[in-house]
Nanobody, 116 residues
Framework: VQLVESGGGLVQAGGSLRLSCAAS????????MGWYRQAPGKQRELVAGITRVLGRTAYADSVKGRFTISRDTAKNTMYLQMNTLKPEDTAVYYCNAQDYSGAYYWGQGTQVTVSS
């Protein structure tokens, strides 16, 4: 499985961005997908997750009500709509997929910077 993120950038506080993650390869083996982020000097953390087949979602408390994760199974693409962005959302955002064997796959990351 290969994952390619896009959509990061610089935005002012209160603004919005949408991240995309395109999956290729053995996409039918994917069980769950998610977005993680890592800010400088901090550990990588899970932001939101979604199951590929049923589309069940889960969110970190820090983004509930502001971020929405979704997927388009026909396009093998996952999205993260980020609204009401805050400076503390600044981080490199990584796309992740886990297959049914438990193997993890990562994208290259995309930078999101929120200015105050």
């Amino acid at each position: 499985v290969q994952l390619v993120e896009s959509g990061g950038g610089l935005v002012q506080a209160g603004g919005s961005l949408r991240l995309s993650c395109a999956a290729s390869g053995s996409t039918s083996s994917i069980n769950t997908m998610g977005w993680y982020r890592q800010a400088p000097g901090k550990q990588r953390e899970l932001v939101a997750g979604i199951t590929r087949v049923l589309g069940r979602t889960a969110y970190a408390d820090s983004v509930k009500g502001r971020f929405t994760i979704s997927r388009d199974t026909a396009k093998n693409t996952m999205y993260l709509q980020m609204n009401t962005l805050k400076p503390e959302d600044t981080a490199v955002y990584y796309c992740n997929a886990q297959d049914y064997s438990g193997a993890y796959y990562w994208g290259q990351g995309t930078q999101v910077t929120v200015s105050s």
